[in-house]
């Protein structure tokens, strides 16, 4: 059997190093774009509310993730628990990473 000769094509495995380098390009400048919009700004958000919960102190007026707002009438850092007086007679303990933000 004889098969015809394409012109231009190449045998296999001759692919050549350029064309390899030239296709990882894509998926190496899809990781970085996902890097700088996706990972980073994150990151930047986790470190923002690990130092807003470092800051936390008695008598700071906060709100929670599920928008409860209070004031902070004791922390206990060994549980990781913050205790929010939410009224005048009612106290409410959270996990000290529901607090979302603090209040001016």
Known sequence: ??????LGAQPAGADGG????L????IVLIFIIFYFLLIRPQQKKQKEH????????KGDKVVTN???FGVISSINE????????????????????SIAGKIE
């Open 50 to 57: 690990k130092k807003l919960l470092g800051a936390l102190g």
């Open 1 to 6: 059997m004889n098969f015809p000769i394409l």
């Open 66 to 68: 599920s928008g409860m």
């Open 78 to 97: 060994e549980k990781n628990i913050v205790v929010l007086k939410i009224s005048e007679n009612v106290k409410v303990e959270f996990t000290k990473s």
């Open 23 to 26: 296709s990882l390009g894509p």
């Open 18 to 21: 350029g064309s390899m380098l």
